[in-house]
């Protein structure tokens, strides 16, 4: 500990002297590049989200459902853009900088905004966790189904149980989750970020492949009819596509993250907003390709999760190997949303009980020696049984991720960073800017509205004829 405190009153005193090695916060030199910001906002927006992008076209037709991604593409671009201007106070260049969402947030707006992000944020990331556990069994089943499904020619059912899945992936998560923070885990995140775009490009050939069998393009352009479902269906059904491609596209609650990683000159800003236009472009186009094919090949019938809703049966291998890249690419995106959350509580934690931040050092053969919080142990295996248990009791994947999509809209993605932009750039009331922008904040909140509506009436339905933990696939 001794060694660590030198370092570190050693790397103050250097920063002064050596410019070339620190920031003007006294941090290590940030590296940070144009490149290297897209490549972390498409490695966080491109997630199991696109899987569902078929389903949501078909509950809203050729016209409405591109026209919606669209609208959803244009507004996370435009607020992320307001929220690059939040990561410094003041001067773009020399400004006191914010290193968290929620900090920016505590910063400028202060007061019970802070509060409310802290909850909106957090829940948020305890609700994806919960989505990514479903996600992860579903996958993992369907290996199992398709395997079964190929020794049996068709001919059986295939039914099986999700819990034993959801509970292994639990346990999984519990080793993961000894992980003591964000910066051991980026050889985590890189494998997921490979397996992400996997998984999207086999789903998308194979949609692409489909097409082709087909012959044709399917679909209708206003989606889903009454007759395939009730008219209360196809009301719910097209509130939760909206929150469903909201998901797909949210990630404002980690961009200020991202941006402290930016390198200055050119000011952080300038490389965010040129980041953030290239990697929604990015992000839409394949958004467009998964999403568009997904209902070209299979129409209103598009299943909720592209590669295990049974859509495709051959080649079984290879669909095998997209549904092991998902399981994959959740095991790091579980971590990716969950450290933060395990860094707030335990923060807090430690600051009123000081004496439980003990380290106990494990000796592991082969390996580096192992630091053993006792509090971390018990609060974060806590954190995943929860999460697994949830899961348990509510596993449909398409109503939870409209649901978190939904809820986490409008605070995150348009609220916080409207408020924030005009406060910090003093916009006065009544302005046109000002009135433009309090417009579009009222638009996107009904939208969140409507969204997390049609997702709680959706999770109603489905569980009017489930029983707890017997879910059968």
């Known amino acids: 500990m001794e060694e660590k405190e030198e ?3 050693e790397g103050a005193v250097a920063s002064h002297n050596d410019s070339k090695l620190f920031d003007d916060d006294d941090r290590l030199k940030r590296t940070g590049t144009v490149w290297t910001t897209s490549s972390h906002i498409i490695t966080a927006v491109v997630g199991s989200g696109v899987l569902s992008l078929a389903w949501a076209i078909a509950q809203l037709g050729w016209v409405i459902g591109p026209s919606v991604m669209l609208f959803f593409s244009l507004i996370t671009w435009y607020t992320s853009s307001l929220l690059a201007e939040c990561y410094r106070i003041g001067d773009p260049h020399s400004g006191k900088r914010n290193y968290t969402f929620m900090e920016a947030v505590h910063t400028i707006l202060g007061g019970f905004n802070d509060t409310l992000c802290g909850i909106v944020q957090y829940s948020n990331l305890y609700g994806t966790a919960i989505g990514y556990t479903i996600a992860a069994a579903i ?5 199992k189904r398709s395997g079964c499904f190929h020794s049996s020619g068709g001919k059986d059912g295939c039914h099986i149980s999700s819990n034993p899945y959801m509970i292994s992936f639990g346990v999984i998560q519990i080793f993961f989750s000894q992980i003591p923070d964000f910066h051991k885990m980026w050889w985590l995140s890189i494998v997921a970020a490979i397996m992400s775009f996997t998984y999207s490009l086999i789903g998308l050939g194979l949609a692409i492949a489909k097409v082709a069998e087909n012959g044709s ?6 989606g889903v009819t009454i007759g395939m479902v009730t008219e209360a269906q196809k009301v719910w059904g097209v509130f939760q596509a909206l929150g469903n491609i909201a998901f797909a596209y949210s ?3 980690i961009l200020i993250e991202i941006q402290d990683t930016i390198k200055n000159p050119p000011s952080e800003v300038k490389t965010m ?3 953030t236009r290239i990697s929604i472009g990015v992000t839409t186009i394949f958004y467009m390709l998964c999403g568009g094919m997904g209902y070209a090949a299979f129409g209103d019938t598009s299943p909720g999760n592209l590669l295990t809703g049974f859509g495709f049966y051959n080649p079984y291998w290879l669909i095998d190997i997209a549904n092991a890249a998902i399981v994959i690419h959740l095991v790091g ?8 959350l395990f860094a707030f509580v335990e923060k807090i934690m430690i600051k009123r009980w000081p004496k439980i931040n003990k380290e106990y050092i494990v000796t592991i053969p082969g390996f580096h020696p192992y630091h053993l919080n006792l509090f971390r142990l018990i609060w974060r295996t806590i954190f995943v049984i929860t999460t697994t248990v949830i899961s348990m009791l509510i596993p449909f994947f398409n109503d939870v991720l409209g649901l978190i999509g939904a809820v986490g809209f409008w605070p995150l993605t348009v609220y916080f960073p409207v408020e924030m932009y005009i406060k910090q750039k003093k916009i006065p009331k009544w302005n046109y800017k000002w009135i433009c922008m309090q417009t579009l904040s009222v638009i996107c909140f009904v939208v969140s509205v409507v969204a997390t509506v049609g997702s709680v009436a959706s999770i109603v339905l489905d569980l009017k004829k489930y029983k707890p933990f017997t879910t059968d696939y």
């Open 217 to 222: 393009f399917k679909g209708s352009l206003t």
């Open 333 to 340: 995106a579980y971590q990716v949303y969950a450290q933060p």
């Open 139 to 143: 996958s993992m089943m369907a290996i």
């Open 251 to 253: 990630y404002s609650q």
């Open 7 to 9: 370092h570190f009153i």
């Open 273 to 275: 907003k040129q980041a």
